[in-house]
């Protein structure tokens, strides 16, 4: 797997990037905020890639942050949401946007992307409310006042974190890979998360 490309842009389209890594061109599908970042950056530049294999292509998909490809990658575990329309999603909504429709359960925040219409969007809230970060809670905003649900003391600790400076988005991805059990407490969460995001991982 190629986990990222770091080289000089050759060329910036609408959708897309080419990256010139070692005298050798990719092509990579990105969203409009990195397309952007890509068009007014000038030196040698990191994208972050997933690749796309398929019986009749291979696609590379690239992000400017790993936040972003947190977020590619939790849209496309979604039936229905391939590759294209998790770019128009993250081209249509920034990370918190994204977050506050899960915790708001909004669907309409998703059609705001080309291709997502209200099935599909009621369907990325209906699959991730249930994946994302080990069952998070997304029918109630999250508060910073310890509870014993394991949702809840989730919901705590990427609050807490939250106002501690971290991005949501990473806070969520640890979260997510480390899959909490359901007895875990607020404090040793707590603990465990902020350990991983202060040693980088």
């Known amino acids: 797997m190629i986990a990222y490309l770091k080289g000089t ?8 990037v080419i990256i010139d890594v070692n005298g050798v061109g990719y092509t990579v599908i ?10 007014n950056y000038s030196g ?3 994208i972050f890639t997933v690749l796309n294999v398929r019986e009749d292509c291979w696609t590379l998909f690239g992000f400017i942050s ?8 939790t849209l496309t575990s979604v039936q229905g949401v391939g590759g294209k329309v998790a770019v128009a999603i993250l081209s249509a909504l920034s990370d918190d946007d994204i977050y506050n429709a899960f915790l708001s359960g ?8 080309d291709g997502v219409g209200p099935k599909l969007a009621t369907r990325i809230i209906t699959e991730l409310k249930e994946k994302i970060v080990g069952k998070i809670d997304v029918s109630t905003a999250v508060t ?14 990427i609050s807490a974190l939250a106002n501690l ?4 988005s990473d806070i969520m991805r640890v979260i997510f ?15 465990s998360v902020l350990k991983k995001l202060s040693s980088g991982v």
């Open 66 to 73: 790993e936040q972003e490809k947190f977020w590619f990658n």
């Open 9 to 16: 842009i050759e060329k910036v389209a609408e959708n897309s």
């Open 44 to 46: 040698i530049i990191r």
């Open 144 to 157: 910073a006042t310890p509870k014993t649900s394991e949702s809840g003391v989730i919901n705590d600790v």
């Open 177 to 191: 890979a480390m899959q909490p059990n359901k007895d875990v407490s607020f404090d040793a969460l707590l603990k």
């Open 106 to 113: 909004d669907k309409n925040v998703f059609t705001r992307a």
């Open 30 to 39: 990105c969203s409009a905020r990195t397309v952007n970042e890509a068009r």
């Open 165 to 168: 400076g971290y991005q949501k």
